[in-house]
């Protein structure tokens, strides 16, 4: 009797002596992080050289009005002041049709063949509104800006020069440092006299050209 209460009475002295150390031992065991594994993407962003000339070529079409609409093409030449504000010089030509009038009259003419060209030069200023990023399959970046231009200048058609204001948009993409392409939308407003009353005439021009910096 007197053995089994003395096995008994060690084993709890054994109990209360490893007790303590079994919390430390749990504490000691290293927690698992779970770590996600993130894949990165390599991505190509091209910026504007650090040449501040830009000299480009366009086509599209341009509405002149009440003489149809036909193929324009031409050049413009940019200065870029700072990164949002440019100057642009640009000339453009294109020639234009019949007028309803004269299609309807059969034989009337207002104007001559030769009169029926129309170039047009002008200097314009314009504000690069959101500089920003295109990304292409999601893995190219490209630098992009929209921008709003204004100016003025001047267009010989029907024998005659006319002050021409001009104003309008577009959106630029470098496709390299040294290489962009864009698109424009202008109005080419100026007062046209062929009938004895003067009339302000709206032609609207839209194009797409590419352009390099040096």
């Known amino acids: 009797m007197e053995s089994r209460i003395c096995r008994i009475f060690l084993r709890t002295l054994c109990w209360l002596a490893i007790t303590p150390f079994v919390p ?12 996600p594994e993130i894949e990165r993407r390599d991505i190509s962003e091209d910026d504007i050289d650090t040449e501040d ?6 086509y599209g079409l341009m509405n002149v009005e009440d003489f149809g609409t036909n193929a324009v093409y031409g050049a413009r030449l940019t200065y870029h002041v700072t990164e949002y ?11 234009t049709s019949e007028t309803s009038f004269e299609r309807l009259s059969g034989s009337a003419q207002i104007l001559e063949d030769d009169d029926r060209k129309l170039e047009y030069y002008n200097v314009s200023f314009g504000f690069n509104l959101f500089p920003g990023e295109s990304f292409v399959a999601g893995r190219w970046a490209f630098t992009s800006d929209f921008f709003v231009v204004a100016g003025v200048g001047s267009t010989n058609f029907a024998g005659e020069d006319k002050f021409t204001w001009n104003f309008g948009f ?14 424009d939308a202008r109005n080419h407003v100026f007062d046209l006299n062929l009938l004895g009353e003067s009339q302000t005439n709206n032609n609207l021009e839209f194009t797409t050209g590419m352009s390099i910096f040096f």
């Open 24 to 35: 430390v031992l749990a504490a000691d065991q290293p927690e698992q992080v779970v770590r």
């Open 170 to 183: 577009g959106y630029k993409v470098l496709a390299t440092d040294w290489l962009a392409f864009r698109v």
């Open 85 to 95: 504000l440019f100057a642009e010089g640009t000339y453009g030509r294109t020639d």
């Open 53 to 58: 000339f830009e000299i480009g070529a366009f």
